[in-house]
């Protein structure tokens, strides 16, 4: 960029505005319009105090500025690198001796063995990437009053508004789906002149300004070895009631207007893993020309209109206090969840926000940081990282009832099982796939980092039972058949991989790893770990489960559940815990308080040990959580806020929610902060909220399971549960107060309630309704409480 308009520029400006703003506030900036919504008094300094906006292939982070405005963009296929294949050439022949040295228990020669020879070429994969900012500029506007900040997650905008120079400002951002551009509309009540332009952290960018468009331009970057083969384009388009625009070098001049729009389309060469063939330029030029013709009014009213299709669907109310009338900001700041039952509902909802934002059929999967990126060397590459993180961005899409978000996910591992099939024939001479613990937008499968973080071989099995749950949830055949292929060729690699545990005789994997954990050993490889041994019970039982509901591959089926039942069985430890590997090493891990829980996949996100069908094991995850603490990385708080939810404590599920909504775990803006922000700890968040509400394992459904007495009455409506249902839940002084269960799909249904519980039929346009705590059943045409 040329002249005075540059990120610089505006983040100074952003600080002087906020020491503009030593002003007694008027009495309607005291307090959010609605529940659902965040709000601030002075504009973000950082980038973890700015807003988020998107639509599932383009993000936009808002900072609100004053004299200066920046919005960091982001478009989701804009990685570095291009089509590569990371299979290192020397792995198939030395993984026979990584496999004897791990079961003659030479741990770490493994380790080093497998270092040197079976981890991927490059050892690293490529990264998410910030596109561009849109920059604004306005002059003298000192000093401003009555300041505010928000993002209304109803309607998925974000708006500032000011008074300056005696002039009101009002300015609304937000990403329209349909459009498929960020649209930024500014209107004051007095004519007003504002510059604007695009600035690239990419070193080869070019902008250009000819009359009411900016043209940005340019290619990726490399990476570790790696080629960049992207082109990039991006177009703003501006119109403006009254006034002149006025080209000044690379930016755009306005002059004397009363409204000004931006449309912003950005677009790149990507089309798909191994296609880079694109034309950004012609797609940007099709896409704003689209837009602009279209006008502000019917793309913000379409773009509300479609958010809220989604967003509607589900409400939570838990109560509301005085704190609740504060700024967001101040809120998280009090670190008090229990006094302000309001922020934990605002919580769940901006989980939900977020994923309609960063996940949409046609988009790229929600990353580590979902869709939003500030840094060219972003944390952990902001990409897919599949031994916990990427899963647990899509734990709500189900019951919280966003299952349209899950479609980049099922495309994704569609792609996975093309290029983890080569990576299965090459290094493990396996039929079938196989994905490590780790992914990026060109599809990589093979282990990376170091062999103590990557060579885990279950990621892609892990991915297959979200498949799976994608049909439990909606029971749609046509789905189903759509996906058995991937489930099966992930079951396939592992019966061609698993082998025999010299001491037990049972099945294992080997080598693997209890993700990221080292065991007292020496090295972090190993075989069999608990984790291993639990994903494939559950997608060994899905795929045979898919195979007799598709009335299909049944000679296969019964290989696979043979192959299930030598699988090796969960164990409790010395100490009463349930075992993180096959040998009882846990009372002596280096790492005793380790972030991932891994063993406890069992308890959650699977339902294989339960309080009421495997006590003992229950009971021995119990005592391994307490073991492992409460408090930990944003993330895997949220993943034992979900644990003790299953173990139906709902206090101290409440007690660890509370740490991950106060600041040493979310930011001004609510984002999860791992520390850096990571989005999964927000997704996590939102599904153990639900959680403590509902759960569903087959055709039952458990009401008011885990609920905390920090939330003595309330409402929950439109959550889904498996079998096709929708559950609405309202409570009163700790008791339930009526329950109203509803399908379009018949079938006989078992409904809980603490020791109570009823079987019922649930016919299409038969309401199930529930009065009280001994579950009183009535049926009735009627879908609303109290009716």
């Not at 580590?368 to 060219?376: A, K, S």
């Not at 929950?716 to 269960?741: K, M, Q, Y």
């Amino acid at each position: 960029m040329t002249g005075d308009l540059s990120r610089r520029t505006v983040l100074e400006g952003a600080a002087a505005s906020v020491a503009a703003l030593a002003v007694p506030m008027p009495a309607w900036a005291d307090a959010p319009t609605h529940a659902q919504m965040l709000w601030y008094r002075q504009p973000a300094t950082a980038w973890t105090e700015a807003l988020p906006v998107g639509n599932g292939r383009l993000g936009a982070m808002v900072f609100g500025g004053t004299t200066s405005e920046r919005l960091q963009l982001n478009e989701d296929t804009l990685w570095t690198g291009g089509p590569y294949d990371p299979v290192n050439p020397a792995a198939h022949a030395a993984l026979p001796e990584v496999r004897r040295l791990i079961d003659a228990g030479a741990f770490a020669e493994a380790q080093v063995l497998a270092n040197a020879r079976l981890m991927g070429v490059p050892k690293t994969q490529m990264a998410y990437q910030p596109f561009c900012d849109l920059l604004l500029a306005m002059p003298g506007t000192d000093p401003v009053e009555s300041y505010r900040r928000s993002l209304d997650l109803d309607t998925a905008v974000a708006t500032t508004s000011f008074t300056a120079g005696g002039t009101r400002f009002r300015r609304e951002v937000f990403a329209a789906l349909g459009d498929q551009v960020i649209a930024v509309h500014l209107t004051a009540d007095r004519p007003f002149d504002i510059q604007i332009g695009l600035q690239s952290p990419h070193p080869d960018a070019t902008v250009q300004a000819s009359g009411t468009t900016l043209t940005l331009t340019g290619r990726n970057g490399d990476r570790a070895g790696v080629a960049g083969r992207l082109r990039f384009a991006g177009r703003a388009g501006v119109s403006t009631t009254g006034g002149s625009i006025i080209v000044e070098g690379d930016r755009l001049h306005v002059r004397g207007a009363r409204a000004v729009t931006v449309l912003v389309a950005l677009a790149t060469s990507y089309r798909r893993y191994d296609d880079v063939g694109g034309d950004p330029d012609a797609a940007t030029r099709t896409t704003l020309d689209s837009a602009m013709r279209r006008g502000i009014a019917a793309i913000r009213a379409d773009t509300v209109a479609a958010h809220r299709l989604m967003f509607r669907r589900v409400t939570l109310d838990l109560g509301r206090t005085a704190i609740a009338d504060r700024p967001t900001d101040e809120r998280v700041r009090a670190n008090d969840a229990g006094a302000d039952p309001a922020l934990v509902a605002l919580y769940f909802d901006y989980g939900r926000y977020l994923l309609i934002a960063s996940s949409r059929a046609g988009s790229q999967p929600a990353t580590l940081q979902g869709i939003w990126n500030d840094q060219v060397k972003p944390p952990w590459e902001s990409k897919y990282t599949v031994n916990i993180n990427t899963e647990m961005n899509y734990w709500p899409a189900q019951v919280t009832a966003l299952p349209e978000c899950v479609a980049p996910l099922v495309q994704m591992v569609r792609e996975l099982a093309e290029t983890g099939a080569r990576t299965a024939r090459d290094m493990y001479g396996a039929r079938g796939w196989v994905c490590h613990h780790n992914t990026d937008l060109w599809r990589a499968t093979a282990p990376i980092d170091g062999a103590q973080w990557g060579l885990w071989p279950t990621g892609g099995a892990w991915l297959c039972t979200h498949l799976w749950e994608h049909y439990d949830y909606g029971r749609d055949l046509a789905l189903l058949r759509s996906v058995y292929p991937l489930m099966r060729g992930a079951a396939l690699f592992f019966l061609d991989t698993l082998q025999v545990d010299a001491a037990t005789g049972a099945l294992v994997t080997n080598p693997s790893l209890s993700p990221e954990n080292v065991h007292p050993k020496g090295a972090s490889i190993c075989a069999g770990p608990a984790m291993d041994q639990q994903i494939l019970r559950d997608l060994f039982d899905q795929v045979g489960q898919a195979a007799k509901l598709l009335g299909t591959d049944a000679a296969f089926a019964a290989e696979v559940a043979a192959a299930r039942a030598r699988l090796a069985p969960d164990r409790i430890g010395k100490g009463g815990q349930l075992q993180e590997w096959l040998q009882d090493w846990d009372a002596d891990a280096p790492e005793p308080r380790h972030r991932h829980v891994s063993h406890l996949y069992g308890l959650f996100p699977s339902d294989q040990i339960d309080l009421d069908r495997t006590p003992a094991l229950a009971a021995a995850a119990r005592r391994s959580l307490e073991l492992r603490g409460d408090e930990s990385t944003g993330w895997a708080t949220a993943w034992r806020a979900n644990l003790w939810a299953r173990l139906r404590d709902g206090d101290h599920a409440h007690r660890i929610l509370a740490f991950l909504l106060g600041p040493a775990r979310t930011y001004a803006n609510l984002f999860d902060a791992h520390p850096p922000f990571q989005i999964d700890g927000n997704f996590g968040g939102t599904r153990a909220i639900a959680e403590m509400l509902m759960q569903s394992r087959g055709d039952e459904i458990l009401l008011l399971p885990a609920m905390p007495r920090a939330w003595p009455s309330g409402s929950i409506t439109g959550l889904r549960a498996r079998g096709r249902c929708t559950v609405d839940v309202r409570w009163h002084d700790g008791v339930l107060a009526e329950a109203v269960v509803r399908t379009d799909r018949a079938g006989r249904r078992r409904v809980g309630l603490g020791a109570h519980h009823i079987d019922v039929d649930l016919k299409p346009g038969k309401v199930l309704r529930l009065r009280g705590p001994e579950l009183v059943p009535l049926f009735s045409q009627h879908p609303a409480f109290g009716t």
